[in-house]
């Protein structure tokens, strides 16, 4: 049901958060043990068909690189830097334009001041007698042109890198169900869809206050996502004992000296 999540050995998050769990721990680790599950459109789609059930949907190459966009965004709001930039989609009302104010009056012209009397010719005065000219200095010879240098070759062009998809708006469907509750489901076609599922469950988690235990391993070679059950959700490791030792035993020496 959640083989990205299961892979690590991890036990999985409640129905609400484990999707996007699993989402984040498509991830390939540093060390190459764990391959990238959504590397291409084949690897996308037995995720996509394992997580979503029969409703997931035919996936793509670009559908695979959009996934791994929104799960960048994803593990950076995961972590508390900048929230992910996809939303539930819905028109946006335009605003209606501002009326434009009143024209400002003009100001009266002011009157030109009285023309100020032309003076009379200044008599011009005798011609000024030319200088004696200066016989010009002997022509200092050109220098030797020097000869360019050869031309450095350009150094070989550097690759650019492959360019972010932008995620957008995902749409959902709205319904009533047979008590008058309001009813959430995923739409749209190809990544969409699935990025919509992903969502859908989220929103649900975070109205039950479950999200923010939703966290990523500290030890950024890990970074494997896990649901944290500590009664004041302060886990910071997924495994306390493969990643948060080193650094622990590290911050306990740093105190040690700095007693000393």
């Known amino acids: 049901m959640w083989p990205a999540t299961e892979r690590f050995g991890l036990r999985t998050a409640p129905s609400g958060i484990a999707p996007a769990q ?85 100001a009266d012209a002011v009157p030109e001041a009285d023309a100020v009397p032309e003076t009379g010719d200044v008599p011009e005065t005798g011609d000024v007698p030319e200088a004696d000219t200066v016989p010009e200095a002997n022509a200092v010879p050109e220098a030797n042109a020097v000869p360019e240098a050869n031309a450095v070759p350009e150094a070989n062009a550097v690759p650019e890198a492959e360019a972010v998809p932008e995620i957008g708006d995902v749409p959902v469907r709205a319904g009533l169900a047979p008590d008058g509750s309001v009813v959430l489901r995923p739409s749209g076609e190809g990544w969409r869809y699935a990025v919509s599922a992903i969502l859908l469950a989220a929103h649900d988690a975070q109205l039950r206050g479950e999200w923010h235990r939703l966290k990523v391993c500290r030890n950024d070679a890990c970074g494997t996502a896990f649901y944290d059950r500590s009664r004041n959700s302060s886990a910071v490791w997924h495994d306390a004992v493969k990643c948060g030792n080193a650094p622990n035993l590290r911050a306990s020496r740093a105190r040690r000296r700095l007693g000393t």
């Open 22 to 106: 699993d989402l984040l721990n498509t991830d390939a680790p540093a060390g190459g043990t764990f391959p990238d599950l959504l590397a291409d459109a084949a690897g996308a789609r037995e995720w996509s068909r394992a997580t979503l059930g029969p409703g997931a949907p035919a996936l793509t190459e670009d559908d695979a690189a959009h996934l791994r966009a929104f799960r960048a965004a994803l593990r950076a709001a995961v972590r508390g830097g900048s929230p992910a930039t996809v939303a539930l989609a819905g028109d946006v009302p335009e605003i209606d334009a501002v009326p434009e104010a009143d024209a400002v009056p003009e």
